[in-house]
């Protein structure tokens, strides 16, 4: 076998590391599901992130206070591309309910928003690089 199956990484990396992110956000989706705290929290802004082709992210920025008593404002890991899909329910202003992690309550859900789509999505399409680079390589080796 020649150099050509040093090509298989490339499919590979990019397999494992959408399994890992996707696997990532389950956890940690499933971990406050379990141990989380519910908050009664407030929408208080939009945080604006731009890439780098342009596209625009808003991601609104929850404020509750926990259990103990600190106050907590962070914005949401997940950024919608309209301005529009983050008024109303999500609006500046809004009544949400935020889960989050009692001892680091920078890891937190507002319900309705953030959900485990792109995890789920990002999961089952890393597995299916991963194993599908992992058979190609296979079938090569045992092939010479």
Partial sequence: ME??????LIPLTIGVLFLSFGVYGLR???????TGVTAEGRI???????NDEGTTFYHPVAAWTTQDGRECAYASRFGRTRHGSVR??????????VQYDPEN???????GWDVTTFDR??????????????????VRLLTL
Wanted: hydrophobic share 55%; no cysteine.
């Fill in 44 to 50: 208080v802004r939009h945080d604006v992130e731009r």
């Fill in 88 to 97: 109303g329910a999500f609006g500046v202003g809004a009544l949400v309910v």
């Fill in 3 to 8: 150099r050509e199956w040093l090509f298989s």
């Fill in 105 to 111: 309550p920078r890891r937190f859900a507002i319900q």
């Fill in 28 to 34: 940690l989706a499933s971990a406050l599901r379990r």
């Fill in 121 to 138: 999505l990002a999961t089952v399409l890393g597995s299916v690089i991963t194993a599908g680079t992992l058979v190609v390589l296979l």
